[in-house]
């Protein structure tokens, strides 16, 4: 319904997708159902003293179980697309370094199944085909780390690309490399949990290298299928103007954004970030051949946004503060970057300690706009986790929640109308889940998941964004 103050609503340009997002091991638990084997999630949580209170995703959303209840949901919401992962394990639960093994129906047909309930819902399927859920025996075989990791990647797209794609639209290859890389082989937060420089360079090179395979084997096995990467890409932000403060932001911007987006985009690695890290590696794991087949043109960029990254100069003079969540009581994800540091903020934080800022998203759309014109960008992600606030009718009153998708829904709208070509939004997340390290201490969904009755309830925010689904604008 029009009313005198919709003039001011933020109008989303016809055709916006609005979707959520989640991934395989956050939401669906049933680790030992269908014929699925260990991922380095299971094997990671189950290690004492690696997860929050011991959590684990065995169980989850149990969404294996409740995915229809999860789609009427969606459905009730008004999404347009949803964005979830394949889990390799359930696909091709045999794989070894050597050999993809036997593709495993059961596998296959729980997502085949989820791909039809979406369709009947009028609600469009993104597939993630790699959301950190790497099979336990690749790991065993060195991970991402080996080329044949990548190459068994590969072959894995294939299998989802030919089953699943005359239904599917759009494939996104992998979901942030930058934390499969530096949060599970350099500072050991995230699986497998290894801290090793050398180790995590590498594995983001096989990442690119399994990305660029992956995009060919879908374009063979589904040619009408997009596809996509999503990177957590930062806004990085110098605390002054100073040189130094230039210098710090430089290095951490070829880190997070450039040695993932140059081989993609320009098929080469940043220069400056080969410099940096040559006492780390000799960055001998780049074959020829391989930044061709990274190269290979993209359809769609799924940027994740969360947060800034401010940064500055560090000297030993003052304490280093560790305000990025990444540097205390562990190793650095930040390869040779032992003089830059990350301020600490006096400004609003989620539940996450991730600083408020939407001016960030504004500003990263607008410089993917700039620097790969003409590529169609997606939000593939963002949200943020909040504590509950259940009123005396038990409804969850996440007023925080629907302020900061407010702010970046605003900030989304205003990269549109500067030029860049955001063509649609995954609000993450659907439903509260296994948030990694965090296990179920950080709540992200727009849906309240009571885990020991695994009830949905929808938090005010899932009103707000039925609203603005429905008006395909940000009500004023
Ligand atoms: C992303 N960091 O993860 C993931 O794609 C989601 O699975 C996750 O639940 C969501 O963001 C919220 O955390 C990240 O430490 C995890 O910088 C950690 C970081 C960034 C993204």
């Not at 940043?270 to 794991?285: E, G, L």
């Not at 063509?423 to 993450?428: K, V």
Request: glycine share 8%; aromatic share 10%; proline share 6%.
């Amino acid at each position: 319904t029009q009313t005198a103050s919709s003039t001011d609503a933020l109008q989303f340009p016809a055709g916006f997708l609005w979707g959520s997002a989640t991934a395989s091991y956050q939401i669906e638990g049933a680790v030992n159902e269908g014929g699925r084997t260990p991922s380095i999630w299971d094997t990671f949580s189950h290690t004492p003293g690696r997860v929050e209170r011991g959590d684990t995703g065995d169980v989850a959303d149990d969404h294996y179980h409740r995915f229809r209840e999860d789609v009427a949901m969606m459905k009730r919401l008004g999404l347009t697309t949803y964005r979830f992962s394949v889990a390799w394990p359930r696909i091709t639960p045999q794989v070894t370094a050597d050999s993809l093994g036997p593709v495993n129906p059961e596998g296959i047909g729980f997502y085949s199944d989820l791909v039809d309930e979406l369709l009947a819902a009028g609600i469009s399927p993104s597939i993630t085909l790699y959301h950190w859920d790497l099979p336990q025996a690749l790991e065993d075989a060195g991970g991402w780390t080996s080329r044949t990791t990548a190459e068994r990647f590969g072959e894995y797209a294939e299998v989802v690309a030919a089953a699943l794609g005359d239904r599917v639209p759009l494939f996104i290859t992998l979901n942030e490399p930058w934390c499969s890389a530096y949060l599970g082989y350099a500072s050991g937060v995230h699986a497998p949990g290894r801290t090793d420089d050398a180790a995590a360079l590498s594995a983001v090179h096989h990442l690119n290298l399994a990305h660029g395979l992956a995009a060919a084997s879908i374009r063979r096995a589904s040619p009408s299928s997009r596809v996509a990467l999503t990177l957590n890409l930062a806004w990085v932000c110098p605390e002054t103007d100073s040189q130094q403060d230039a210098e710090a932001a430089r290095r951490v911007d070829g880190l997070q954004n450039r040695v993932f987006l140059d081989p993609v985009l320009r098929g080469s690695y940043p220069a400056d970030v080969q410099a940096d890290t040559a006492a780390v590696t000799d960055w001998s794991f780049v074959q020829p051949g391989d930044l061709e087949i990274i190269s290979a043109p993209l359809d769609v960029l799924g940027v994740n946004y969360y947060s800034p990254t401010r940064v500055r100069h560090w000297t030993r003079e003052r304490p280093k503060e560790h305000a990025d969540g990444h540097g205390e009581g562990h190793a650095s994800p930040w390869i040779a970057c032992e003089d830059v540091e990350f301020p600490f903020q006096h400004d609003r934080k989620t539940d996450m300690g991730w600083s408020i800022d939407p001016r960030g998203m504004t500003e990263l759309l607008l410089r993917i706009a700039r620097e790969a014109p003409g590529l169609e960008i997606m939000v593939t992600e963002n949200g943020a986790a909040f504590p509950d606030v259940v009123n005396e009718e038990g409804r969850v009153v996440d007023t925080d929640r629907i302020d900061y998708l407010k702010s970046h829904l605003a900030a989304v709208h205003e990269a549109i109308e500067g030029g860049a070509p955001v063509t649609g939004y995954y609000l993450w997340s659907l439903l509260d889940n296994f948030e990694w390290a965090w296990g179920y201490a950080k709540r992200f969904g727009i849906v309240h998941v009571d885990y020991d009755t695994q009830v949905r309830t929808p938090k005010d925010s899932a009103l707000f964004y039925a609203d603005v689904i429905r008006g395909n604008a940000l009500p004023s």
